[in-house]
């Protein structure tokens, strides 16, 4: 199982460019979720997604908007960057059943923007 | 809202020396308090508190939740220099579903 992953690993926009993060898992979870992460700031939620084809705001949704075509894919989409967009992203997962709390976490996406 | 504050932020120690990590939260209707450790890229999770438990080891690592005083510590015993991470801690609370509300983080670092 390859659990959750992330493309691209890394990149680079300049102000006003769109662009599409993928997050994938293998591990057939119902919830799905996106974070930032800024130093001094832990974790912040941008979109969460508790089924195929439903999504919701999170705790700093302004200038993200996410999909949930299918159960095993979540896309976070910038529409037109900003400096304050750059950040490391991480998408996690986590399962209905028993623990639902415990989530897991795909290595990340760095993206700058200039 | 929902609100989770670590300290300290930053820490270093030496290896063999214990330390104490201390969260604490101000939620409605706590449900759960889960500890993760993140070192170079994505948060690995450690331990998961519930009113029910108030306490988790797992060999040098230990974590207790204080529901009166709506804190928890996690503390680590014999440090080593592999020990050198950030640790989370975030709290799901009644209205929430399986959000997680992350605190700042405290990294630690543990030198030979």
């Known amino acids: 199982n390859a659990g959750v992953t992330q493309t691209p690993k890394f990149r680079v926009l300049k102000t006003g460019q769109s662009m599409t993060l993928l997050c994938a898992q293998d591990?057939?979870?119902?919830?799905m979720y996106w974070y930032r992460q800024d130093p001094g700031m832990g974790l912040r939620l941008i979109h969460y997604s508790v089924g195929e084809g439903t999504t919701a705001k999170g705790e700093v949704p302004d200038g993200y908007n996410v999909s949930r075509l299918k159960k095993q894919n979540f896309l976070l989409g910038l529409e037109s960057a900003a400096p304050s967009q750059t950040s490391v992203y991480f998408c996690?997962?986590?399962?209905?059943?028993?623990?639902?709390?415990?989530?897991?976490f795909g290595p990340g996406t760095r993206l700058t923007v200039t | 809202e929902d609100k989770v504050v670590q300290s300290p932020l930053s820490l270093v120690v030496h290896e063999g020396d214990t330390v104490t990590l201390n969260c604490s939260y101000e939620?409605?209707?706590?449900?759960?308090l889960l500890w993760y450790k993140q070192e170079k890229k994505a948060p690995t999770f450690l331990f998961m508190l519930?009113?029910?438990?108030i306490e988790k080891k797992s060999g040098r690592l230990s974590s207790i939740l204080d529901k009166k005083e709506l804190s928890s510590i996690l503390n680590i015993t014999a440090t080593q220099t592999g020990d050198s991470a950030i640790y989370l801690c975030?709290?799901?609370?009644?209205?929430?579903?399986?959000?997680?509300?992350f605190g700042e983080g405290t990294q630690l670092t543990v030198n030979p």
């Open positions: 519930t009113s029910s438990g």
């Open positions: 996690a997962s986590s399962s209905l059943g028993r623990r639902p709390y415990e989530q897991y």
């Open positions: 975030a709290v799901v609370a009644g209205t929430s579903g399986s959000r997680l509300t």
């Open positions: 939620v409605t209707n706590f449900r759960s």
């Open positions: 591990m057939n979870h119902e919830y």
